[in-house]
């Protein structure tokens, strides 16, 4: 979207693993899209099989592997190391935590992954897979239960709104625009 707006992030977290394994064009597209963010000096916290100068190597489980409706899907996060499950934006609001921030704004959490059409919030991002919109949609949803059960049962100091437009992800309070 960066086409399309001024603003830049300070950090990119990207945590999927299984994915691309398997996956030669997804793999390249990866690691262009993260050297594009080095290239533009902002920290890329990513999974420790990409094979780049400059990144911080992310040290995590790998509750990737399983799904939602799993006996091993975890309930809590398992801090200080990360969970992955849940997916990248799960990541990043366990870092961000830990970093210190005591309110977590999402923009963008819209779980609407198609399967052979445009996802989320724009028709630029990839289209989804023949069988995993079902799963990627479920999983993401349930990664975001896991992050309030964890809020609630470890009593953490930490705030969480939705500030994306529309969506399925109404687990949050909704950010309220004043004025």
């Known amino acids: 979207m960066y086409e399309y707006t001024d603003w830049r992030p300070t950090e990119y977290v990207r945590s999927e693993w299984a994915a691309l394994d398997d996956d030669p064009v997804r793999w390249k597209s990866g690691r262009e899209e993260i050297q594009l963010h080095l290239d533009m000096g902002i920290r890329c916290r990513v999974s420790n099989h990409w094979d780049l100068e400059g990144i911080d190597i992310l040290k995590h489980c790998h509750e990737h592997q399983v799904n939602y409706d799993d006996k091993n899907a975890p309930s809590e ?55 995993d919109a079902f799963y990627a949609n479920k999983n993401a949803l349930w990664g975001h239960v896991v992050a309030i059960n964890t809020i609630a049962r470890k009593g953490l100091d930490l705030f969480v709104v939705n500030a994306t437009r529309g969506g399925d992800l109404h687990l949050y309070p909704r950010w309220q625009r004043n004025g």
Request: aromatic residues 12%; charged residues 15%; contains cysteine.
């Open 77 to 131: 996060w398992h801090l200080p190391q990360p969970c992955v499950f849940g997916g990248s934006m799960s990541v990043a609001m366990q870092l961000a935590y830990m970093d210190g921030f005591k309110t977590l704004v999402l923009l963008g959490c819209d779980l609407n992954y198609r399967n052979g059409k445009p996802n989320h919030f724009t028709d630029k991002y990839e289209l989804g897979g023949e069988t």
